[in-house]
């Protein structure tokens, strides 16, 4: 089976990270709240480019290919720069930043910093992302896990000397985002040196007619779309989250004790689930109905393999949450001595912390359908979770304060309503083409002479059939 790298963003980010700033006492709050919020905006802009990852997966099988996604992945970070330096340097981040989010400015004035500061970011994370997605394809996963790994030691050996160098009297925001550099850095040049070394030579100049022929910059545009479109509902999840949680607090000291609460439980709370969502790549590294996929190995996996393996997942991930943030005093001591907070602070966590127990439920079912969608090529129809979603969240923004749900509790609470949307809606995709694959098998089977053609070639067959009726429908 696919070695899976467990090690997801938020962790990687913020318990190295803002443990730097965490250590500053007199604004530590204030510090983790500016530095919540650049990081939030932040991963709005790079979270669709990292989703290119599996546009490499699914479609670069040539040295062509790949300078296709190089292009679109350049391209999209030059933009990303862009919109970085607008919004730090204009009166368009004046306005998204202090106004919209009721912070004073203190806090606004730091946050834009900390944005311009991750202006080059999304270039050098994308250029990852997409060696990454290529590397996984060959099952070369041990070197994408490797890397992540690679990436937290770099950020907590930085965070380590630059807390003893004079940036915290300079420009203490810096320690955080340099150690996030120099990982993401490291990261990029392991996925890179592995690329050259064990793939570059060994696939085509163009791709043959047998995996469809080189591929277009417009079919990768139209298959990484809808999941840059989801990704990005997701990344704008906590920046919505922010910023209703803080104006519903009127912006005062309690809003930015709230935004900050959310900016330390967000990487604890996502570390026992965060890496299901990479449980999208099994199907289409081994599913056989995928006509790019090349087995490896005398031992096929399975649709049958896959579900297991993922069944088995989700219960480590179940028993990890619950374990980790329903023992008493377990979660508060990961938070005071992981990140750095005192107690009275961690105590205001542990509800927040307790609510994300329950979203590795929603998150396997996308995960596992978003994969099998992947392989069909389909991903135009995971369209509407996206909108389902950010709907979802705002209603429940609005509505819970009513009920006396405030804080950090009301940005977390609202977040698993957004995540059981997307999920029911990516279910009821995944029955409507199912239903459509199975009406032209049934039909497949009235065609004259049917007997003659393999059961296995017939149902590759009627998938494809149903597959390319649901694109042209698209279209």
Excluded at 82 to 105: C, E, F, R, S
């Amino acid at each position: 089976m696919l070695r899976i790298p467990m090690v997801n963003e938020g962790a990687r980010m913020y318990q190295a990270l803002n443990r730097g700033l965490a250590g500053f006492k007199e604004d530590a709050v204030e510090m983790l709240a500016s530095y919540g919020l650049a990081y939030s905006l932040m991963k709005f802009f790079t979270g669709p480019m990292s989703d290119f990852k599996n546009v490499g997966l699914v479609f670069v099988n040539s040295k062509r290919d790949r300078g296709c996604a190089v292009l679109c992945m350049a391209v999209a970070g030059s933009m990303a720069f862009i919109i970085h330096v607008l919004i730090a340097q204009t009166d368009l981040g004046y306005y998204i930043i202090n106004k919209l989010h009721h912070v004073d400015d203190s806090v606004g004035n730091k946050t834009r910093r900390a944005f311009l500061y991750l202006a080059t970011f999304p270039l050098l994370d994308a250029m990852s992302w997409i060696h990454a997605g290529i590397l996984l394809k060959h099952k070369y996963s041990v070197i994408v896990g490797s890397a992540s790994i690679s990436d937290v030691i770099t950020q907590i050996v930085f965070v380590s000397v630059l807390m003893h160098s004079n940036l915290p009297c300079v420009e203490p925001l810096l320690i955080p985002i340099l150690a996030l550099y120099m990982g993401a850095l490291v990261r990029f040049v392991i996925v890179g040196l592995g690329y050259y070394y064990n793939i570059h030579d060994n696939i085509p100049d163009s791709s043959g007619v047998d995996v469809g022929g080189d591929v277009t910059i417009g079919k990768m545009l139209s298959f990484w779309w809808p999941l840059a479109l989801i990704l990005a509902t997701q990344r704008i999840s906590r920046p919505i989250v922010n910023l209703f949680v803080s104006r519903d607090l009127h912006g005062s000291s309690v809003a930015t004790e709230a935004v900050a609460v959310l900016t330390a439980t967000y990487p604890v709370g996502h570390l026992p689930y965060g890496w299901l969502t990479e449980l999208r790549a099994i199907y289409p590294a081994f599913d056989q109905t995928n006509p790019s996929n090349k087995l490896t190995s005398d031992t096929p996996v399975t649709k049958t393999h896959i579900k297991k393996f993922t069944a088995c997942c989700l219960a480590i991930s179940l028993t990890l949450c619950f374990v980790v943030f329903w023992t008493p005093h377990i979660s508060e001591m990961i938070l005071m001595n992981v990140i750095g907070v005192d107690l009275a602070f961690a105590d205001l966590c542990v509800l927040p912390l307790r609510i994300f127990s329950f979203f590795p439920l929603p998150v396997i079912v996308r995960s596992h359908l978003t994969g099998w969608f992947m392989t069909l090529k389909m991903t135009f129809v995971l369209t509407p979770s996206s909108v389902l979603r950010i709907i979802v969240l705002i209603t429940s923004l609005v509505m819970l304060p009513s009920i006396g749900v405030h804080g950090a509790t009301l940005g977390v609470g609202s977040l698993l309503a957004g995540f059981v949307g997307e999920s029911i809606m990516v279910a009821l995709a995944a029955c409507y083409v199912y239903q459509k694959q199975k009406n032209y098998e049934r039909a497949n089977k009235l065609v004259e002479g049917e007997e003659s053609v393999p059961p296995s070639e017939v149902c590759s067959r009627t998938q494809k059939d149903a597959i390319e009726e649901l694109q042209e429908e698209h279209e």
